[in-house]
């Protein structure tokens, strides 16, 4: 049997002890992952970790394991600013790296990622984790099936109370997995995006936004995000000439309307470990970051960040704007 891919995660917070528990149960179950080790600048979180997962080699910076030479990959957890330099210092050691989303907080990094990881034969992959979603699979599956007929629109709820946020705002924190979803579902991107948002309890900071982001096709999708609604949503729905469906992506349960109402029959699937598992494979089957040769390839990432910053841009400008997006070749040329 061949050794176990040796991956440490970087950011040991909320979603980054998610995924350390990941690692270490398809650790248990295949013997194809260990975690190698888990680093955190904050002592207060390692020591939470070592209660919670026993003994593991804990560490407050990442520079020591930049040149080790028995580490495969880093999870990325940090806080999205940090996300360009902690994925760029590994990917520029020869580390396959998966950063979580959004890739990173400007696209001039983002598509600088997606060359770094070209130059230097990496795996570069991006935490959308809706890729590994079955409900999301099955929806997609039942839009090719031409059921719904001609697509007119799309629409994306994704809300949930959170008290005030400082710093953050919600566009950049919540909208990119209706946008990566949205590619996945219709296999194309949006030429442009007019964005309407507001920060209530923190002024200068976007709390609720509706983007609506407009393709070639004259497709619509229409997409909220907010953190003031109480209701938690995580839904889509496509509207088309003979029906439509809906799904809410937590529960993996959808909805058919068409000639009839009926239930999208859905096994959901744990996405998080399935994120895991495709990083393995990314790493030991040697995908490279070709453009999309693999399913959360740093491409898709990087597209989703060009998005992310029209639906700013849109909002400042109080306009329609364009997205701009390199191709990979002008990307692989700079
Ligand atoms: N895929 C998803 O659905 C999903 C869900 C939640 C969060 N996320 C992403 O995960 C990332 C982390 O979010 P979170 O909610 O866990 O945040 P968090 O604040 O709970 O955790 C971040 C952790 O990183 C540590 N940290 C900060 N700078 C560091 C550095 N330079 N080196 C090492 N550790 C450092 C902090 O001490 C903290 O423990 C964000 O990018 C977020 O967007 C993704």
């Known amino acids: 049997m061949t050794s176990p891919v040796r991956i440490a995660v970087i950011g040991a917070g909320y979603w980054g002890k998610k995924i350390i528990r990941e690692i270490l149960d398809v650790g248990r179950s295949t013997g194809r992952v260990q975690l190698h080790a888990v680093v955190d600048n904050s002592p207060t979180m390692l020591a939470q970790c070592e209660k ?10 990442y520079q020591g394991l930049l040149d080790d030479p028995e580490l495969s990959g880093v999870h990325i957890c940090t806080p999205n600013s940090t996300h360009f330099e902690v994925a760029s210092s590994f990917l520029k ?10 890739l990173t907080l400007n696209s001039k990094e983002a598509y600088q990622l997606v060359k770094i990881a070209q130059e230097n034969k990496k795996v570069l992959c991006v935490g959308h984790i809706h890729r590994f979603n079955n409900g999301v699979r099955e929806l997609r599956q039942a839009i090719n099936s031409g059921i719904l ?23 950049t924190d919540l909208a ?10 219709l296999d194309m991107w949006p030429n442009k995006i007019t964005c309407r948002g507001k920060g209530y309890r923190t002024k200068e900071n976007e709390e609720v936004a509706f983007i609506t982001a407009e393709h070639p096709s004259g497709l619509a999708a229409q997409v909220e995000v907010s953190w003031l609604d109480r209701e938690k949503r995580r839904d889509v729905t496509v509207v088309g000439s003979k029906g439509m469906a809906y799904l809410d992506c937590s529960e993996q349960k959808g909805l058919l309307h068409a000639s009839n109402s009926t239930e999208i029959s859905i096994t959901p699937s744990n996405t998080i470990r399935e994120e895991v598992t495709h990083f393995v494979d990314c790493i030991s089957g040697n995908l490279n970051s070709k453009p999309f040769s693999n399913l959360s390839d740093g491409m898709l990432g990087a597209r989703v960040v060009s998005i992310l910053e029209a639906a700013r841009e849109s909002l400042r400008q109080e306009r329609t704007v364009e997205v701009q997006m390199p191709l990979a070749e002008e990307i692989r040329a700079k």
């Open 93 to 102: 050691h020869g580390k396959n790296v998966l950063v979580e989303k959004p």
């Open 176 to 185: 990119p997995h209706p946008f990566d979803i949205c590619n996945y579902l």
């Open 52 to 61: 919670e997962f026993g003994p593991s080699d804990y560490r407050v910076d």
């Open 149 to 171: 007929g001609e697509l007119y629109y799309v629409r994306f709820g994704w809300t949930g109370f959170l008290p005030p946020q400082g710093y953050r705002e919600v566009i």
